[in-house]
């Protein structure tokens, strides 16, 4: 099985593991783990090493963190890495929904050297302005 892994500061990745609970059903292959605040590294090192319990050596993983060298993706990697599991692994920091969404699609055609091109395209697609030009003319909701 194929995983995407979740993993951020505070509850942003349970969070937003919630959110794709209740856009796309329950998946066994969504796994998230927060560093909230007050835990220590060591602490959180042992509860993710528990959440990546099902992850086989040629299972491939997509990990999502917050930020780019923040301890959360930080000390994920160092996990991976000790369970050997690096080459099957893709990891992107800045997560959003619309990265979440095409990682799960992703895992479901299989990840490969294009799914980091792809993941990034849509997490910088997902970020806009959004219009609030209203038409004094018509009624328009928003």
Request: hydrophobic content about 50%; glycine content about 8%.
């Given at each position: 099985?194929?995983?995407?892994?979740?993993?951020?500061?505070?509850?942003?990745?349970?969070?937003?593991?919630?959110?794709?609970?209740?856009?796309?059903?329950?998946?066994?292959?969504?796994?998230?783990?927060s560093m909230e605040d007050g835990v220590s590294a060591d602490e959180?090192?042992?509860?993710?090493?528990?959440?990546?319990?099902?992850?086989?050596?040629?299972?491939a993983l997509i990990v999502l963190g917050d930020i780019v060298g923040g301890s959360?993706?930080?000390?994920?990697?160092?996990?991976?890495?000790?369970?050997?599991?690096?080459?099957?692994?893709?990891?992107?920091?800045?997560?959003?929904?619309?990265?979440?969404?095409?990682?799960?699609?992703?895992?479901?055609?299989?990840?490969?050297?294009?799914?980091?091109?792809?993941?990034?395209?849509?997490?910088?697609?997902?970020?806009?302005?959004?219009?609030?030009?209203?038409?004094?003319?018509?009624?328009?909701?928003?």
């Open positions: 099985m194929n995983y995407l892994l979740l993993v951020s500061h505070g509850t942003m990745a349970p969070g937003l593991h919630s959110v794709l609970r209740m856009l796309l059903g329950d998946r066994p292959d969504v796994l998230s783990h959180y090192v042992a509860a993710l090493q528990e959440v990546l319990e099902p992850v086989d050596d040629d299972d959360p993706l930080t000390n994920a990697l160092n996990v991976i890495a000790e369970r050997g599991l690096l080459a099957n692994t893709v990891a992107l920091g800045g997560m959003n929904l619309p990265m979440a969404i095409a990682a799960l699609e992703l895992l479901d055609e299989g990840v490969d050297a294009t799914s980091v091109e792809q993941l990034l395209v849509m997490g910088k697609d997902g970020v806009r302005a959004v219009d609030l030009a209203i038409d004094d003319d018509e009624d328009e909701e928003l």
